[in-house]
């Protein structure tokens, strides 16, 4: 037995007060216990997401969200602008296509940034406002790039349509403010920053996406949000809810807001630079060069040539108990992740970065012991 290190991009080291509220028994969840439950976590989520919209609970995975993001509002045939740079843009695309939108897939490399000048003249040239909405993830997991949302949002502004936003590895993490930036569907999941398992995720509507609803004829069953707040109205849950799950939520939004929203933040922020000097520190060489543009809950790290990046995980895991992620997608075979979002504070970075440089060595790479360590000590220090 040993102490394992979760450093994928979720789902994230749970909290022991989250794994211990979620041994409470089972109770009726169409009683007045879980009537309670329901408003007061909803009322937090609210607070989680910067928004005065209601936030929709759906015993779901991120991608269940993501599905009811788009079934709800739209319809076959609604011309959908898919701003995309790396594998949950494809995603988000992948889901409106399968219910039969008509989707623009506005295409960057992944790693490079978002073509928000193209999408600006696109939503110009659209006179008779044909574009129905836009999907968008903030914080791409899968090459540890932060997209400009708020810069979406300025370029949407003369435009009627929607803005759906997957901010399922960032959320929390770093500002969001829904309200103020106008995203009409924001989206997230339990297992990222929450610190919570996986099996819940999140939804968020603004009065704009609630009108399309009404008319909105994609077909759906189980996530249809019209039913969810049919429930919510009665202090329930159309369908079973992960209760537990529902319990542990409680918790973790009272953790979440006890340690400070700002707090929160700066902490993403400490291990993200630690881990980037790092790397740098180790001579290895960061996907997102530009610190701007990097997500601050996951970094894809390039792999030199003559590295086995499977061999590399597995040697952090086995010899090591640091369990980190491969690349993602078309960066499978060159990229490797290091998460750092949720239940990750500043010792867990340390810990990487050891395991990192003593596999990387046991990989015959050219690594100084210590290297990278030393330079996530000093940035953490510098940073408290
Ligand atoms: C940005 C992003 N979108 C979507 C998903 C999919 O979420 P899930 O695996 O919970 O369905 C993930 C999961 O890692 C993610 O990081």
Redesign the pocket.
């Known amino acids: 037995m040993r102490k394992e290190f979760l450093m994928i991009?979720?789902p994230t080291p749970v909290h022991p007060d989250i794994t211990r509220e979620m041994s409470t028994p089972v109770f009726n969840h169409r009683g007045p216990k879980f009537k309670e439950l329901l408003e007061e976590v909803t009322e937090g989520l609210k607070n989680f997401f910067s928004t005065k919209n209601h936030v929709y609970i759906l015993t779901?995975?991120?991608?269940?969200a993501?599905e009811a993001g788009i079934v709800n509002v739209l319809s076959p045939g609604d011309r959908v602008i898919s701003m995309i740079n790396g594998a949950?843009g494809h995603?988000l695309a992948q889901i409106s296509e399968s219910y039969g939108a008509s989707v623009e897939k506005m295409e960057s490399d992944f790693g490079e940034p978002l073509k928000y000048d193209l999408l600006e003249e696109r939503l110009a040239q659209d006179t008779s406002k044909e574009i129905k909405a836009i999907t968008v993830?903030?914080?791409?997991?899968?090459t540890g790039m932060m997209n400009d949302v708020a810069r979406l949002s300025r370029i949407r502004q003369k435009h009627p349509c929607l803005i759906i936003v997957?901010?399922?590895?960032?959320l929390g993490a770093v500002s969001f403010p829904v309200d103020e930036w106008e995203i009409d569907v924001c989206l997230t999941?339990s297992?990222?920053v929450l610190m919570m398992p996986?099996g819940l995720?999140f939804v968020s509507v603004s009065k704009k996406a609630w009108d399309s609803m009404k008319s909105a004829s994609m077909s759906h069953f189980y996530f249809s949000l019209q039913r969810v707040q049919e429930f919510f109205d009665i202090g329930q849950t159309p369908f079973t809810p992960a209760v537990p799950q529902v319990v542990a939520l409680r918790k973790a939004l009272e953790l979440y807001f006890s340690q400070g929203r700002e707090n929160v933040y700066h902490r993403h922020e400490v291990v993200f630079q630690a881990l980037r000097a790092a790397v740098k520190a180790i001579g290895l060489e960061l996907l997102i060069k530009e610190e701007q543009l990097a997500s601050r809950t996951?970094t894809a790290i390039k792999a030199p040539e003559d590295l086995d990046i499977n061999q590399l995980r597995s040697t952090m895991r086995e010899n090591y108990g640091v369990e980190i992620a491969g690349g993602q997608g078309k960066l499978s075979q060159t990229t490797f992740r290091i998460g750092h979002l949720g239940g990750i504070f500043e010792m867990d970075i340390i810990a990487a970065v050891a395991a990192l440089e003593m596999a990387l060595l046991e990989q015959n790479q050219e690594v100084e012991l210590g290297s990278g360590v030393k330079a996530a000590q000093q940035t953490i220090m510098q940073m408290q």
């Open positions: 991009p979720g779901a995975s991120g991608t269940g993501m949950f995603r993830v903030h914080n791409e997991s899968s997957d901010t399922i590895s960032s999941a297992q990222k996986p995720s996951v």
